[in-house]
């Protein structure tokens, strides 16, 4: 059991729902993000939305650790679907994420390696096996598989055959590996979970404003499952 457990989003949109459910809640900013304090059970919730991308989940999640002492972090959002048995509003559970638009190709690297770090960085397996145990007992079909994230919103089919290709990507975003990075670093177990919004095609942007709500409030409320169980 864990003490301080953090949950974020990267738009105010994918915490919403969570903030309605926790309407107690204490507000405090650092720097530019709000973070809500909330007590739940015997845990001290930390919540906040990092805004988009890469840069700005790495300091929602710094902060989150190093300053809220999370002992653990979750991601609830939404993300477009590369895999073609995906459909909006699947729900994905990550097994390993990574940062697809890295290219150090030049020196001999793998696509999407940093050195003394890795292409993929792997979830938490009790997180994981939590998240299985939820989908179980609510009867909800939770597909698992890699998440590719990177500084674009991608709506190209070509990208998105070609990260599907190369990573083995099931979906994309623009914050997961980013966090997953952190967390690895500080060695603080996390957790991944994104709706799908889109299809990462020429349709996307129209999709994704679409079903944005609904899709970021499957997961937001399969997170509060979670959390209860935690
Ligand atoms: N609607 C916003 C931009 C959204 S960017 C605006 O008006 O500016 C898309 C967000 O949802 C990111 O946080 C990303 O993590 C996720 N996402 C959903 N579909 C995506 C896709 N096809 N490519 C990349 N990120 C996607």
């Known amino acids: 059991t864990f003490k301080t457990i953090g949950v974020m ?13 926790f309407s107690q809640h204490r507000a405090e900013k650092v720097g530019n993000n ?11 919730l930390i919540l906040a939305y990092s805004k988009i991308g890469k840069v700005h989940a790495a300091t929602t999640a710094s902060i989150m650790i190093l300053r809220y002492g999370v002992e653990a972090l ?24 990574c940062q697809a638009d890295v290219d150090l190709s030049a020196f001999g690297h793998p696509l999407g390696f940093i050195p003394e770090s ?15 145990g939820v989908a179980r007992s609510l009867n909800i079909e939770l597909k698992e598989g890699i998440v590719a994230t990177c500084d674009q919103f991608v709506n190209n089919p070509e990208v998105k055959q070609t990260w599907n290709q190369i990573f083995g990507a ?16 500080f060695n603080i177990p996390f957790c991944v979970l994104r709706s799908v919004s889109d299809k990462a095609n020429g349709e996307a942007p129209a999709d994704f404003d ?8 499957i997961s937001a409320h399969f997170v509060y499952t979670m959390l209860e169980r935690l």
């Open 9 to 21: 989003g990267a738009m105010q949109e994918e915490i919403t729902p969570l903030l309605e459910i």
């Open 34 to 44: 709000t973070f809500y304090i909330i007590s739940f059970k015997n845990t001290t």
């Open 74 to 97: 979750i991601f609830s959002g939404v993300a477009g679907g590369l895999a073609t048995d995906l459909e909006i509003n699947d729900l994905i559970l990550a097994t390993k994420l």
């Open 118 to 132: 890795s292409v993929f960085v792997e979830s938490d397996k009790t997180l994981n096996a939590l998240a299985r």
């Open 170 to 185: 099931a979906v994309v975003e623009m914050e997961g590996a980013s966090m997953a990075c952190i967390c690895r670093d």
């Open 210 to 217: 679409l079903f944005l709500h609904e899709s970021a409030k």
